[in-house]
């Protein structure tokens, strides 16, 4: 198995520890991953709403760029935002009209997009590609006593998600499950957590994060798949604890992260002192528990 | 309220009937109030704009606040019994207001500006620049509220500071131009 790899811009500044984690655990898969070269930014929820064009001429430079670097392969995404914005385009470049409105624009790059490359979500992949039963065989140290609530957030399932159901996901509770831990099924798995409202609209961002810190929190952890939902599930716990008026302090995994626990790696490799809510309870809670250097 | 005819506004119509399913099928279920995580902030609900976009309350739409305090999480869009691209119509609608300055959210103006030019100017985001931008530019109050958060995410090694760059030509620059004529050639 080979696919390209979009890591996307949060992975290369704050989720760092996100794509890290993906690289080690798709190594340790003995699953290549080659990263395009030159990738520039999906223009995130920003450019379409510059213009309808630039929202999709954006997103599909760096599909051009995958489909002349090696036809016929998958394009690895780890971020939703990142996801969804391949996926639309891919959509809308269905109508030859907007192809080829598209291609214009994509000239002054020297690129051509046919819309044959396939984005897919690293959750797929993971989940479809590789399978739980092959992640099971890969673990080296079960993750027996945690219980991890899944968090899929939104734009992982919908709307051009073809991999999952769009409001009651579960693909992640066969992975969770095979690397020995239990799965906390909760109300707010596919709900959201207010992506960049935390910075334009505070109040209402905390209230939408609140709402899922409260749903997963009797698990030991959540698991996201997405650098943003990270970011506002890990970042803000203090400001919610402050508007809650008691204490909030759930550790945040990706998802990558603790399939990398499972197969061996150390805290070190997967970055996980990088959160700003300790993971140290997480390590704890196992029944082998893990030292901690960070 | 002021009433916009249809056959004046080409931009308005084809929000309304040209991007996917007609708005004028919805039949006002109101499923996208009760979906959105953010209407009870709104000043129009979902259902409420929806209607006014249908009767052709261009002005009263673009003015609210409503497709501001939207977070793209398209439980809407799905939900919808009539199968009209809600989210994806929010973006046309912020996409008109922005371009006719009647944008009624300061702060999300300035996201947009403080984020499409980091984009541009170096084909990828740059967190802290663009947040230094963006309080600067639309949000100085709050600028001081940031500083525990910042340093905490500094501290974490979760952002760095990087020397912005001040060379006249952006990496995207090209591309932005090039979308911009076509455009207008239409």
Same mark, same amino acid.
């Given at each position: 198995?080979?696919?390209?790899?979009?890591?996307?811009?949060?992975?290369?500044?704050?989720?760092?520890?996100?794509?890290?984690?993906?690289?080690?655990?798709?190594?340790?898969?003995?699953?290549?991953?080659?990263?395009?070269?030159?990738?520039?930014?999906?223009?995130?929820?920003?450019?379409?709403?510059?213009?309808?064009?630039?929202?999709?001429?954006?997103?599909?430079?760096?599909?051009?760029?995958?489909?002349?670097?090696?036809?016929?392969?998958?394009?690895?995404?780890?971020?939703?935002?990142?996801?969804?914005?391949?996926?639309?385009?891919?959509?809308?470049?269905?109508?030859?009209?907007?192809?080829?409105?598209?291609?214009?624009?994509?000239?002054?790059?020297?690129?051509?997009?046919?819309?044959?490359?396939?984005?897919?979500?690293?959750?797929?992949?993971?989940?479809?590609?590789?399978?739980?039963?092959?992640?099971?065989?890969?673990?080296?140290?079960?993750?027996?006593?945690?219980?991890?609530?899944?968090?899929?957030?939104?734009?992982?399932?919908?709307?051009?998600?073809?991999?999952?159901?769009?409001?009651?996901?579960?693909?992640?509770?066969?992975?969770?499950?095979?690397?020995?831990?239990?799965?906390?099924?909760?109300?707010?798995?596919?709900?959201?957590?207010?992506?960049?409202?935390?910075?334009?609209?505070?109040?209402?961002?905390?209230?939408?994060?609140?709402?899922?810190?409260?749903?997963?929190?009797?698990?030991?952890?959540?698991?996201?798949?997405?650098?943003?939902?990270?970011?506002?599930?890990?970042?803000?716990?203090?400001?919610?604890?402050?508007?809650?008026?008691?204490?909030?302090?759930?550790?945040?995994?990706?998802?990558?992260?603790?399939?990398?626990?499972?197969?061996?790696?150390?805290?070190?490799?997967?970055?996980?002192?990088?959160?700003?809510?300790?993971?140290?309870?997480?390590?704890?809670?196992?029944?082998?528990?893990?030292?901690?250097?960070? | 309220?002021?009433?916009?005819?249809?056959?004046?506004?080409?931009?308005?119509?084809?929000?309304?009937?040209?991007?996917?399913?007609?708005?004028?099928?919805?039949?006002?279920?109101?499923?996208?109030?009760?979906?959105?995580?953010?209407?009870?902030?709104?000043?129009?609900?979902?259902?409420?704009?929806?209607?006014?976009?249908?009767?052709?309350?261009?002005?009263?739409?673009?003015?609210?606040?409503?497709?501001?305090?939207?977070?793209?999480?398209? !439980?809407?869009?799905?939900?919808?019994?009539?199968?009209? #691209? /809600?989210?994806? =119509?929010?973006? @046309?609608?912020? *996409?008109?207001?922005?371009?006719?300055?009647?944008?009624?959210?300061?702060?999300?103006?300035?996201?947009?500006?403080?984020?499409?030019?980091?984009?541009?100017?170096?084909?990828?985001?740059?967190?802290?620049?663009?947040?230094?931008?963006?309080?600067?530019?639309?949000?100085?109050?709050?600028?001081?509220?940031?500083?525990?958060?910042?340093?905490?995410?500094?501290?974490?090694?979760?952002?760095? !500071?990087?020397?912005?760059?001040?060379?006249?030509?952006? #990496? /995207?620059?090209? =591309?932005?131009? @090039?979308?911009? *004529?076509?455009?207008?050639?239409?």
């Amino acid at each position: 198995m080979r696919y390209l790899f979009y890591p996307g811009c949060s992975a290369e500044g704050s989720a760092l520890e996100y794509k890290t984690s993906t690289v080690a655990i798709f190594s340790a898969l003995g699953v290549e991953l080659q990263e395009l070269q030159d990738w520039t930014c999906c223009g995130a929820s920003v450019a379409a709403v510059k213009s309808g064009l630039l929202g999709l001429a954006l997103p599909a430079r760096s599909l051009a760029l995958a489909e002349a670097a090696a036809p016929g392969e998958d394009l690895l995404v780890i971020c939703s935002a990142c996801y969804t914005n391949f996926r639309r385009t891919s959509a809308e470049a269905k109508d030859p009209a907007v192809l080829r409105q598209i291609n214009r624009a994509l000239e002054v790059e020297g690129l051509v997009y046919r819309n044959t490359v396939r984005a897919r979500h690293v959750l797929d992949v993971l989940a479809n590609d590789v399978g739980a039963s092959v992640i099971g065989a890969r673990v080296r140290r079960p993750l027996a006593g945690l219980t991890v609530a899944p968090y899929y957030g939104c734009q992982t399932v919908r709307p051009h998600s073809p991999f999952d159901d769009p409001q009651a996901p579960v693909s992640m509770v066969a992975i969770i499950e095979a690397l020995g831990a239990a799965a906390h099924r909760h109300s707010h798995e596919a709900l959201c957590c207010g992506t960049s409202l935390s910075i334009t609209k505070p109040e209402l961002g905390l209230k939408l994060v609140a709402a899922v810190l409260d749903a997963a929190g009797v698990a030991g952890c959540a698991a996201t798949v997405c650098p943003m939902c990270h970011t506002n599930l890990d970042s803000y716990q203090r400001q919610v604890g402050q508007m809650l008026g008691h204490r909030v302090r759930l550790p945040i995994m990706h998802l990558t992260q603790l399939i990398g626990l499972a197969f061996g790696l150390s805290p070190r490799q997967l970055l996980l002192e990088r959160h700003l809510v300790p993971v140290k309870p997480v390590l704890d809670r196992l029944e082998t528990p893990i030292p901690h250097e960070g | 309220m002021t009433l916009t005819d249809p056959g004046r506004d080409p931009d308005f119509l084809e929000l309304r009937d040209g991007y996917g399913p007609d708005v004028r099928r919805c039949m006002q279920c109101g499923t996208c109030t009760a979906s959105c995580p953010a209407s009870s902030a709104m000043d129009l609900t979902p259902r409420r704009m929806w209607r006014l976009v249908q009767l052709g309350f261009v002005d009263e739409v673009l003015q609210s606040k409503t497709m501001w305090l939207c977070s793209l999480c398209y !439980l809407c869009q799905v939900r919808c019994p009539r199968g009209i #691209r /809600l989210t994806d =119509l929010i973006t @046309r609608l912020k *996409e008109m207001a922005l371009a006719r300055g009647l944008v009624s959210s300061p702060q999300s103006a300035g996201f947009y500006e403080a984020f499409a030019a980091v984009m541009r100017q170096y084909g990828r985001m740059r967190e802290v620049e663009f947040m230094a931008r963006y309080l600067l530019t639309s949000n100085r109050l709050r600028a001081v509220g940031y500083a525990p958060l910042g340093l905490s995410l500094l501290r974490h090694g979760k952002i760095r !500071l990087e020397v912005p760059s001040f060379k006249e030509q952006g #990496r /995207l620059d090209r =591309l932005f131009r @090039r979308v911009a *004529e076509v455009e207008a050639e239409g």
